[in-house]
């Protein structure tokens, strides 16, 4: 594992470069490669929720435990790679994109690397937003999809975030009036 050539990629990946992207698509190791670079993301967000603490209220702060970090980074590296497999897939079986479904799980993983902006928390909404752009250059070039087909592909899994959450607060709610 050559983690300078990692970095690398992945750094040619989140400036976009379409040469980078192509080559990551066909690494055989880069699915492992992308994994890796989610959990330094991962790390990255969690630690950041150390660094800068959150503030409940003047005078009280909440600063995590070790514990919270480990399991914070875990459940962003699943959140991370089943979003990044999920939107794949739709993109690919719902809108036929020329991008395989592991493919895009290989350029997003390596694209995640703008994740470790994630340790100075205040600005970390800037890597968000560098990923969505990141995640249509991948769609519209490598994939060949449409403008409306990428805002499809985004919007499905927002509809079933909003879908899931009614759900939910119907599955708390509905029983506290059955009496």
Known sequence: MDIQKILKDAWGVATLKEVTMKKVVAEKDGLKNAFLVVAASSLALSLGSVIFPTIMMPGLVYRPGFMWVIST?????????????????????????????DGFVRVMGYASIVG??????????????????????????????????IIGVLAIPILLGILLSIFMIGAVVSPMFMF
Do not use: D, M, N, Q
Not at 75 to 88: A, K
Not at 118 to 140: E, K, N, T
């Open 73 to 101: 980074t875990v459940g962003f590296w699943l959140l991370f790679v089943i979003g990044y497999y999920f939107l794949g897939w739709v993109s690919t079986v719902l809108f036929k994109s020329k991008l395989p479904i």
């Open 116 to 149: 470790l902006v994630g340790l100075i928390r205040p600005i970390s909404i800037v890597a968000s937003i560098w990923l969505l752009v990141i995640l249509w250059v991948a769609l519209s070039k490598l994939g060949k999809l449409e403008p409306l087909s």
